[in-house]
């Protein structure tokens, strides 16, 4: 022969130069190459993609440690304001249009009249958070007569001007408690507005059995047991 080699021929290093597979060559990959992911229509490598773990956000995670706060009821005031002004214009604009106007009737006069009474209630319900959990737990504590152990509260609100109330509960200190108690703060001037205590009737032997160790445990809040005499709170 000449020593050329065919037009339909190839030799494996011009193949391999060229990125093409060898004759003979298998189309499948090899087992330690793990392909590339496309995650939101971006390829990422797959170390990338094993390194994503979804995580909640603080404010949701309830084992974060960090001190909750309560939202204050005077953000009401706001939107309260905003209905007042949205009644006051669009109703000023309705009288100002005369009755010959296409777009005023009586339902639209009636409509900002109950705008502006929503937003004076919102004004008026907008109480500020005078106390927080940690001064209302001291004072349902002086009220209770009993050193606290476990105790958790809890903001609600009460009567048509939602005024907001602390509701605490709390358990004595002994291990297992003897007592327990439900305490009503309210929130605004810190006054107990009232009050129940009991004999403990819960049944604790489980939840004492299946923690290893025993010893003092710290209160549902956080917070170590609160004796009465140590209370900070003066009348």
Same mark, same amino acid.
Request: hydrophobic share 40%; aromatic share 6%.
């Given at each position: 022969?000449?020593?050329?080699?065919?037009?339909?021929?190839?030799?494996?290093?011009?193949?391999?130069?060229? *990125?093409?597979?060898?004759?003979?060559?298998?189309?499948?990959?090899?087992?330690?190459?793990? =392909?590339? @992911?496309?995650? +939101?229509?971006?390829?990422?490598?797959?170390?990338?993609?094993? @390194?994503?773990?979804?995580?909640?956000? @603080?404010?949701? !995670?309830?084992?974060?440690?960090? =001190?909750? +706060?309560?939202?204050?009821?005077?953000?009401?005031?706001?939107?309260?304001?905003?209905?007042?002004?949205? *009644?006051?214009?669009?109703?000023? &604009?309705?009288?100002?249009?005369?009755?010959?106007?296409?777009?005023?009737?009586? #339902?639209?006069?009636?409509?900002? *009249?109950?705008?502006?009474?929503?937003?004076?209630? %919102?004004?008026?319900? $907008?109480?500020?958070?005078? %106390?927080?959990?940690?001064? $209302?737990?001291?004072?349902?504590?002086? *009220?209770?007569?009993?050193?606290? #152990? %476990?105790?958790?509260?809890?903001?609600? &609100?009460?009567?048509?001007?939602?005024?907001?109330? &602390?509701?605490?509960?709390?358990?004595?200190?002994?291990?297992? =408690? @003897?007592?327990?108690?439900?305490?009503?703060?309210? $929130?605004?001037?810190?006054?107990?507005? !009232?009050?129940?205590?009991?004999?403990?009737? +819960?049944?604790?032997?489980?939840?004492?059995?299946?923690?290893? #160790? #025993?010893?003092?445990?710290?209160?549902?809040?956080?917070?170590?047991?609160?004796?009465?005499?140590?209370?900070?709170?003066?009348?």
């Amino acid at each position: 022969m000449n020593g050329t080699t065919p037009a339909n021929e190839d030799t494996g290093g011009r193949s391999a130069a060229a *990125g093409v597979p060898a004759s003979g060559a298998t189309d499948e990959a090899s087992p330690d190459v793990k =392909p590339a @992911e496309s995650v +939101e229509g971006r390829t990422v490598p797959p170390e990338s993609v094993e @390194e994503m773990v979804d995580t909640l956000p @603080e404010d949701l !995670d309830r084992t974060f440690g960090a =001190p909750y +706060e309560f939202p204050d009821n005077k953000r009401r005031r706001i939107p309260g304001i905003l209905y007042i002004l949205t *009644g006051l214009a669009v109703g000023g &604009w309705a009288l100002s249009a005369g009755s010959d106007a296409v777009l005023v009737n009586g #339902g639209l006069l009636a409509g900002c *009249g109950a705008l502006i009474i929503i937003g004076l209630w %919102h004004v008026l319900t $907008a109480y500020p958070l005078n %106390h927080d959990e940690n001064e $209302a737990l001291v004072v349902a504590t002086r *009220g209770v007569g009993f050193a606290v #152990g %476990h105790a958790s509260a809890q903001l609600g &609100w009460r009567g048509l001007l939602s005024r907001p109330t &602390w509701r605490i509960l709390l358990y004595s200190a002994e291990d297992p =408690p @003897e007592q327990r108690g439900l305490v009503l703060v309210d $929130a605004v001037d810190g006054r107990i507005i !009232d009050q129940f205590t009991e004999s403990n009737p +819960e049944d604790w032997s489980e939840m004492l059995d299946s923690e290893p #160790g #025993g010893g003092d445990r710290a209160s549902g809040n956080g917070t170590a047991a609160i004796d009465p005499a140590d209370s900070p709170v003066t009348d």
